[in-house]
């Protein structure tokens, strides 16, 4: 069965430094990826997805995320967050054929810190 | 862009009621999924539909049915709600293609007191 582990409940950083939050996944076949970020009161919005090619895979807002095979890891990163950037982030995993059984992680609340 | 639309942002039910939440989208998506998001839990799949009159449980069908009458139109129904309920809902349509994505609607927090 497929699972993803976001081991981290919460994370605060101060605005201006840079941001890792950390996704690990398990599927039987090649992952179909995804972050997607969730504002208060809002629905969820995609900021990048990956299935092959490049394992850096750039997205909206100015993140990026980093897959690695071997660790079984879809991390997300940005070099320099903006306040605007809080607010909770989910990642997930699918087939590529059906992106509708997604299975998300628990997710990840960002706090920014002026 | 694919617009998703949730009936209501807020709803606040008493034990026993009938609740219908109601799901729009407006780009021809054959597939349609309702989803409850709880604290600490992420995410999980209630039900799924995949054409007209066409349903399948999720992961955590209990206590929930669907009506999916016309293609952009999806309801999820809790005949009997329970306090256990009490959650936030939200809507998701996907276009049936390869290396698509979901699209979700803004939630609908629903309190069952």
């Known amino acids: 069965a497929q699972s993803v582990t976001q081991p981290d409940i919460h994370i605060t950083v101060s605005e201006g430094a840079s941001l890792e939050l950390r996704c690990n996944y398990s599927y039987g076949a090649t992952p179909y990826l995804f972050w997607y970020v969730q504002s208060p009161g809002q629905g969820l919005q995609l900021l990048l997805k990956y299935f092959s090619g490049d394992t850096l895979v750039q997205g909206i807002k100015g993140f990026e995320a980093e897959f690695k095979r071997s660790q079984s890891s879809f991390n997300l990163r940005k070099p320099s967050v903006h306040w605007s950037d809080a607010a909770e982030y989910f990642c997930?995993?699918?087939?590529?054929?059906?992106?509708?059984?997604?299975?998300f992680g628990d997710g990840t609340t960002l706090t920014v810190k002026p | 862009d694919v617009k998703v639309t949730q009936s209501s942002r807020y709803l606040v039910k008493r034990t026993g009621e009938k609740v219908f939440l109601e799901c729009v989208q407006d780009m021809d998506h054959e597939n349609m999924f309702w989803y409850r998001q709880d604290p600490g839990l992420g995410l999980r799949l209630i039900y799924f539909s995949y054409d007209v009159k066409m349903k399948e449980k999720g992961d955590i069908p209990e206590g929930y049915s669907v009506s999916r009458e016309k293609k952009e139109r999806f309801s999820l129904i809790l005949e009997s709600a329970s306090t256990n309920q009490t959650s936030m809902y939200l809507c998701a349509s996907y276009a049936g293609q390869r290396l698509e994505k979901l699209f979700f609607g803004s939630g609908t927090q629903l309190s069952v007191l």
């Open positions: 997930a995993v699918a087939s590529y054929t059906n992106a509708g059984k997604s299975t």
